[in-house]
């Protein structure tokens, strides 16, 4: 059989048509007989129909097969040529198979259709997408030692909002379950609502491992800018890593830290001129990571031994990364238009606000530089 001429669906099933629209032909003209050439037929008003393939007229002996879906006197084709074994053939005439045959034009027709009907589901997932994140974001929420009062209303707009969302998704299978009832090809209502659960199901498995990783790293910071050290000795490369880390930490005042791990991300290089690798930190616990974010600002100042070029930052996962590279991007397309004062807080673009220091007859253009929330020295 050949694959891209009968096409398969679950929605309805082949019947006879296609042979009593023939035999309604042949009895019309008078029949013929033979694989006498079309041209050469010649049944008063009404021509024999042929084969789009081969040019066999189409009479009662010859089995063939008419498009399902235009019935187009030029649109039949014989099992020859559709290289149809005649028990399937007859399968379909008797409506035992679930097989239907269509013309290439026709064929071009469903495909778009079916392609028109899986982007309704892409929009369906994209939609269930954004209310997982809405739904990450309330329980982000609920950790940060809200009050009670605080809780309870996030719960009741979660509620809300998931309400409104099962709604919507609700509307969106009635919609596409009508198209599916409309087009020929088309998935059916158990497949709609499988291919749903499992986006759901996908969407669910990524964000837990994305916690998980996140969770791993929590107490990982990295630092990027600190020379390395050309010696072969592994050991001696190890310490001399660790004396600067110990030296960094000092800087910044923060030397009470308990540091478990020093080590150097990626392949050592053997060029004298590359770049120094970055140093991931493994620190005691969270608090301390926290204390030593916040504290990477201090190495700006310390011009001396040229700590001023070292940059700290937390140890974040590739999709945590590939959401910080558009946030730097935008960040700098803002200020090329302009804007001025803007810093990543949080995994967001704020504004840094200004606040006077002095009252009465102290000059009001004297400011300090206020940021709204605590930051993490960005690199």
């Not at 998980?212 to 010696?231: C, D, P, Q, W, Y």
């Amino acid at each position: 059989m050949r694959g891209q001429q009968i096409q398969k669906t679950t929605l309805s099933r082949a019947s006879k048509n296609t042979s009593c629209r023939r035999n309604e032909k042949m009895q019309a003209t008078g029949g013929a007989s033979g694989n006498t050439p079309i041209d050469s037929v010649k049944t008063g008003k009404i021509p024999v129909p042929h084969c789009s393939g081969c040019r066999v007229s189409i009479t009662d002996d010859v089995r063939a097969l008419q498009c399902d879906r235009c019935a187009s006197e030029e649109a039949w084709k014989c099992i020859d040529c559709l290289n149809l074994k005649p028990d399937i053939y007859d399968a379909i005439l008797e409506g035992a198979t679930e097989l239907k045959w269509f013309c290439n034009q026709c064929e071009k027709v469903v495909g778009e259709e079916s392609s028109n009907d899986t982007t309704k589901l892409e929009e369906l997932t994209k939609l269930l997408e954004k209310f997982l994140e809405r739904t990450n974001v309330i329980e982000q929420k609920l950790s940060e030692k809200a009050d009670t009062g605080t809780v309870s209303k996030l719960e009741q707009s979660m509620a809300c909002l998931e309400e409104r969302l099962n709604k919507q998704i609700e509307d969106r299978i009635k919609v596409v379950e009508v198209l599916c009832q409309n087009l020929v090809g088309a998935p059916s209502k158990r497949e709609v609502e499988d291919s749903i659960v499992l986006a759901v199901k996908d969407k669910m498995e990524e964000d837990k491992g994305e916690e998980a990783e996140i969770a791993r790293r929590k107490t990982n910071m990295i630092v990027f800018g600190l020379s390395e050290s050309h010696s072969d000795d592994t050991e001696e490369r190890k310490m001399e890593d660790s004396c600067q880390i110990s030296e960094m930490l000092h800087v910044m005042d923060v030397s009470g830290v308990d540091v478990r791990q020093v080590v150097r991300l990626g392949p050592r290089q053997t060029d004298q001129d590359a770049q120094p690798r970055p140093v991931k930190v493994v620190l005691g616990n969270e608090e301390q990571h926290q204390t030593v974010l916040k504290s990477a600002k201090n190495l700006r100042n310390a011009v001396r031994g040229g700590w001023n070029r070292v940059f700290v930052q937390p140890d974040l996962t590739p999709k945590q990364r590939t959401a910080r590279r558009q946030l730097v991007t935008e960040l700098k397309e803002r200020q090329l238009r302009g804007e001025l004062n803007l810093m990543i807080v949080n995994d967001k673009i704020v504004t840094r606000r200004y606040v006077p220091i002095g009252t009465g007859g102290v000059d009001q253009k004297m400011q300090q530089q206020v940021v709204v929330l605590p930051s993490v020295a960005d690199s």
